[in-house]
């Protein structure tokens, strides 16, 4: 059964104190995975597509990467407005339209 | 603005009552989803749909209708409410099918 899971559930940081989220999978043959962040009372709000193993991409203060395994979000240097929950996605070769969702990793970043 | 809107924000609804949750996107994406959003279960699929006229269930459907009259609407029709559907409701369109855009949530409560 293809699967998604997030670790760890919630991290609180100081600002400038960087650090990395994690997200491991299990699927039939990935399509994509993806990066979202979600703030409270919002929807979620695509950040990064990753297609195969070795992939980066950056954007400001994030870095996603991805492996056979698992994805990991560098955060470095991270700012208050940083916080938010940091989703994670997959699409699968089987029904590459529907969306395989983990549970999330809350952010909190103190000034 | 571009986006995906969605109405009302927030509806409380007595148990056994009917509504339609509006969905509509400017963008002229093919692609739209209804998910939930509940603590500790993360996003699920409610319905999609790969274009006007074609829709399918997702993992969660029973209580839920959805059309697809136009590639811009889409709405989410609760059959007879019941306290298990109180959750938060996001609809998302995407181009590819892949990365979406969500909009801003209903948040519903059934009494």
């Known amino acids: 059964e293809d699967q998604v899971t997030q670790s760890p559930e919630a991290l609180r940081l100081q600002e400038g104190e960087s650090s990395s989220l994690n997200c491991s999978y299990t699927?039939?043959?990935?399509?994509?995975l993806f990066w979202y962040r979600q703030d409270p009372g919002k929807g979620p709000e695509f950040l990064f597509t990753?297609?195969?193993?070795?992939e980066e991409k950056e954007k400001e203060r994030l870095k996603a990467t991805l492996t056979k395994k698992e994805s990991f979000l560098h955060i470095t240097a991270p700012k208050p407005e940083d916080s938010a929950t940091y989703l994670c996605?997959?699409?699968?070769?089987?029904?590459?339209?529907?969306?395989?969702w983990g549970l999330g990793t809350s952010l909190a970043v103190n000034p | 603005n571009a986006g995906v809107t969605q109405t009302p924000k927030f509806q409380v609804l007595k148990t056994g009552q009917s509504m339609t949750l509006q969905c509509a996107q400017d963008m002229n994406h093919e692609y739209m989803s209804w998910y939930r959003q509940d603590p500790g279960m993360g996003l699920r699929l409610i319905h999609y749909s790969v274009g006007a006229g074609i829709t399918d269930q997702g993992e969660v459907p029973n209580g839920y209708n959805v059309s697809r009259s136009t590639t811009e609407d889409f709405p989410l029709r609760l059959l007879s409410a019941a306290p298990s559907q109180t959750s938060v409701y996001f609809c998302?369109?995407?181009?590819?099918?892949?990365?979406?855009?969500f909009g801003s949530g209903t948040r519903l409560t059934v009494v």
């Open positions: 699927v039939s043959g990935l399509r994509g």
């Open positions: 998302a369109s995407s181009y590819t099918g892949r990365s979406y855009t």
């Open positions: 996605a997959l699409s699968n070769a089987g029904n590459n339209r529907k969306l395989i």
């Open positions: 990753l297609y195969s193993a070795g």
